[in-house]
């Protein structure tokens, strides 16, 4: 969100501390104009309270141009110095001092000259083209930050003026959008967000209709610089337009400021309201997923000014719903029982997996990622491959189609020793085999009984038809070899999903903990028990619906689980990569979505 400054609010009652201060600014203005050392860093403190309408504007300058672009030395002033002198003064021996107040003095010379130092630059205490270009880099290197540990997803917390989030909080899946769509400088979003505007942006395009970014995602600190900016200026009355550090919605990495080829893709301006872009996307957002946060008529519930630039991105589902009900976010989300949301007290999912995601999914099958953590990394899943296979399978055959145990199964690495050659079964009992106690030796029957090229398509067939993106299988079973399975962990929840939703039988099997195994004529007959300890697990935060593990040494230990959420109907999905416990991994995610939502 922006502030739309002023000039009339610059101005101050005279009084004997608003002269001084006037006199002070007034200085510090005037040895700028004139290059003079006159001013000192400590006096430099009180022009930000009296800038004017154009300098205010330059507080924004670093988000909408992607950088500092002006040349910098001693007399400088305004937002662009702030900008260096945080950027300095996060090395401690660099600058020392660590002042950040808006005039380019003798401290922040000398704390430029350590850096350039450091960086092998010519020692001239001015911030030039190539010392520029370092500094900005400074932002751009963690401009699309990486948060430590698995955080929460926010798309559907509750913020507000006087209820935030952790002012350190950083969203997972944060992506460069500078070089997808049309931005003014560098802008991140969240992926889901990201993949909706380009989408809207893409088809606005198509009718003529020319769209930019300003903002995205916002870190906290930079939040911090433009909250003391413009409270320093505009004092109390600043907070009904810029919010604090964990009360802002660009925290979250699904807010977004815009504008338009009409309005030259300036920086957030009340035009973009009656300008043909503005009209459009006021009519189209809630299509993709998007609201606008602060409308008009709504400044009592929101706490906020109009803002008709800033929109925020809920999911299509949602904001379909909020728009036919002619509700803010912040209206919805109040309203008891509306969905699950999250707690504005969430804290990271205590795990460290390889690859993590949480999907919630509702009753209509809409899927919200409540965490996750390297989700689109492709990696080795060992036996979790074999639910992919059992869709293959259940495409394949009939339930009571014969299966004849080859000669050339597996009878050594990987191998049960549960099963003769020539012995015969139903195809019910040998998937019951390969998912309970996942045994690789039916995985072999399956595809020698198919033909195993035949078989490997069809799985693979069944990988592009459900939109995996990052999978490939070259074996039933899972085993390592000199090829090996590949998938990520959204794959393998969409893999969970599907079965859950659509294919019963094998959902039902998934949630057995033992089931007796026997040829056609039951000459021979064993318990399968399971691999997935959770099943019985009697102190299991939600009720499992069933799961498939997987365990190799190139893989380490996965688990795929289902479970029933809190809210009726609805339905949790984790996926657990390269865990080195992938058991109390598990638990722990349950665990925590179960205290860190508020389930209706």
């Known amino acids: 969100m922006a502030v739309r400054p002023s000039i009339n609010a610059i101005f101050m009652k005279v009084t004997i501390q608003g002269a001084i201060l006037i006199f002070l600014s007034a200085a510090a203005l005037f040895a700028v ?11 430099y403190g009180y022009q930000l309270a009296a800038l004017s309408r154009v300098e205010a504007s330059m507080a924004k300058k670093w988000q909408e141009s992607g950088g500092i672009k002006r040349e ?17 003064m996060r090395d401690p021996a660099i600058y020392p001092d660590g002042r950040t107040t808006g005039y380019f003095g ?29 500094i900005n880099n400074l932002y751009f290197r963690d401009f699309c930050l990486a948060p430590e ?47 909706a505007l380009e989408e809207m942006f893409s088809d606005a395009k198509k009718e003529g209709i020319f769209l930019g970014v300003t ?27 810029i919010a604090r550090p964990g009360y802002s919605e660009h925290q979250l990495g699904t807010a977004v400021d815009l504008t338009a080829s009409s309005i030259g893709y300036a920086g957030v301006r009340p035009e973009f309201a009656d300008s043909q872009e503005g009209k459009w996307v006021l009519k189209n957002a809630s299509k993709y997923g998007f609201l606008m946060s602060y409308p008009e008529g709504k400044e009592r519930v929101t706490g906020y000014a109009y803002e008709p630039w800033h929109y925020r991105y809920v999911g299509r589902e949602a904001a379909q719903t909020i728009r036919e009900k002619k509700l803010t976010v912040n209206e919805w989300l109040a309203i008891p029982g509306s969905r699950p949301r999250p707690k504005n007290s969430a804290k990271n999912v205590p795990l460290n997996p390889r690859a993590f995601i949480l999907v919630l999914v509702d009753l209509e099958g809409n899927e919200e990622v409540l965490a996750q ?54 195809v019910d009992d040998l998937l019951r085999a390969l998912l309970i106690e996942s045994n690789n030796d ?105 799961g498939k593990t997987g365990d190799t040494p190139r893989a380490g230990k996965n688990l795929a689980l289902a479970v029933e959420a809190p809210t009726k109907g609805w339905m949790l999905i984790s996926v657990v990569l390269g865990s080195d416990d992938h058991f109390t991994d598990t638990k722990k995610v349950f665990e925590w979505a179960k205290e860190s939502y508020v389930w209706p």
């Open 33 to 43: 104009l004139f290059n003079s050392f006159s001013v000192s860093e400590e006096m």
């Open 149 to 195: 540990g698995i955080p929460p997803a926010f798309t559907f917390v509750y913020m507000s003026r006087s209820k935030g989030i952790s002012s350190d909080y950083v969203p997972f899946g944060l992506v460069d959008i500078s070089g997808r769509i049309k931005t003014v400088g560098a802008a991140c979003l969240g992926r889901d967000a990201a993949l």
């Open 442 to 546: 039916a995985a072999e029957a399956f595809a020698k009984k198919e033909g195993e090229v035949k078989f490997l398509n069809e799985m693979n067939e069944v990988a592009a038809s459900l939109g995996l993106e990052n999978s490939k299988f070259v074996s039933p079973s899972g085993l390592d070899g000199v090829n090996i399975n590949r998938s990520s962990a959204r794959d393998v929840s969409r893999v969970a999903k599907e079965i859950f939703q659509n294919h019963h039988r094998i959902a039902s099997i998934l949630g057995l903990a033992e089931s007796e195994i026997c040829t056609t004529d039951r000459s021979s007959c064993y318990t399968a028990t399971t691999t997935n300890a959770l099943l019985l697990d009697p102190l299991f935060p939600m009720r499992i619906k069933g």
């Open 373 to 426: 953590k390297d989700a689109d990394l492709p990696l080795p899943i060992a036996s979790v491959t074999k639910l992919v296979a059992a869709l293959a399978v259940e495409n394949i055959f009939s339930q009571s189609e014969i299966i004849s145990i080859p000669s050339d199964i597996l009878e050594d690495k990987g191998g049960s020793g549960r099963f003769r050659v020539g012995d015969e079964y139903r």
């Open 106 to 134: 003798r401290l922040t010379s000398d704390a430029l000259k350590r850096f350039q130092a450091r960086e092998g630059i010519a020692e001239t205490g001015i911030l030039d083209q190539r010392t520029r270009e370092k």
């Open 215 to 241: 903002s995205g995602y916002r870190r906290p600190e930079i939040q911090q610089i433009l909250y003391d900016f413009w409270i320093s200026i505009y004092g109390e009355r600043a907070t009904e337009s």
């Open 72 to 88: 910098l030395k001693p007399g400088s002033a305004g937002s662009d110095v702030t900008l260096l002198q945080y950027a300095l």
